[in-house]
């Protein structure tokens, strides 16, 4: 009777090829963007590194939107719900136009004379195009005790976020890609990760089905 053994290393190859196959591989930068904010007190500049992820959700994708740092003040202070955010992610290569995305309302008091720190803001995106979709930061709005505070790039940021999509409708499936040689995840982990333990309990089962019954057979021969 021939005797099989399943090490650990097997196991885990088994399962990163799952995730090779199955898992689309995610491109993601963090890109700081320069602002140039129109108040209700004047003109502020601050620059914010801002990264953009995607989540597969449907026939679309989540778009999350999240500011490192602080943009514009308030001379007095925000107290918990006053501020609002929302923002543009600007869509090019196969697409054009943009996606609006929105936040909660903060959820504790801002001081004064403070970078307002944004909460992640987020949106649904569902391609009308197949192809090579690039995501970048746009104009972004507070509203604050009944004032409108404009932030506008003072130039066009390099995109945070590059995705290979397929149009919804079309038989082939969506996969996401970027200009960058780093594999950052482009959201949640458990979305990508998930599938590939997925396929790699699927694969595993499939292997010890065929070693049992090699196993059993070897035994009715003896």
Not at 140 to 167: D, E
Not at 192 to 221: D, E, K, N, P, Y
Request: glycine fraction near 12%; charge should be positive.
């Amino acid at each position: 009777m021939r005797h099989f053994v399943v090490t650990a290393a097997a196991v885990a190859a088994v399962a990163l090829a799952a995730v090779a196959a199955g898992a689309p591989a995610a491109y993601a930068t963090t890109v700081d963007v320069p602002y140039k904010c129109k108040t209700p007190i004047g003109d502020k500049s601050a620059v914010d590194p801002i990264d953009i992820k995607a989540v597969k959700s449907g026939s679309g994708y989540k778009l999350t939107m999240s500011f490192k740092k602080g943009v514009s003040s308030s001379p007095v202070e925000l107290g918990k719900g006053a501020m609002k955010p929302s923002a543009l992610i600007m869509l090019g290569g196969a697409e054009s136009g943009s996606v609006k995305v929105t936040g909660p309302a903060n959820g504790a008091a801002l001081p004064a004379n403070t970078p307002i720190k944004i909460n992640d803001l987020t949106g649904t995106y569902t391609p009308s195009k197949s192809g090579k979709v690039t995501f970048t930061a746009g104009v972004l709005t507070i509203s604050a005790l009944g004032t409108t505070t404009t932030c506008t790039p003072t130039k066009t940021p390099a995109p945070s976020l590059t995705l290979t999509v397929t149009a919804s409708g079309s038989s082939s499936s969506s996969s996401s890609s970027g200009g960058n040689d780093s594999l950052p995840q482009t959201g949640p982990a458990d979305s990508a990760l998930a599938l590939g333990t997925f396929g790699g309990t699927v694969l595993l089962l499939g292997a010890g089905g065929v070693l049992w019954l090699t196993r059993r057979s070897a035994a009715v021969r003896e």
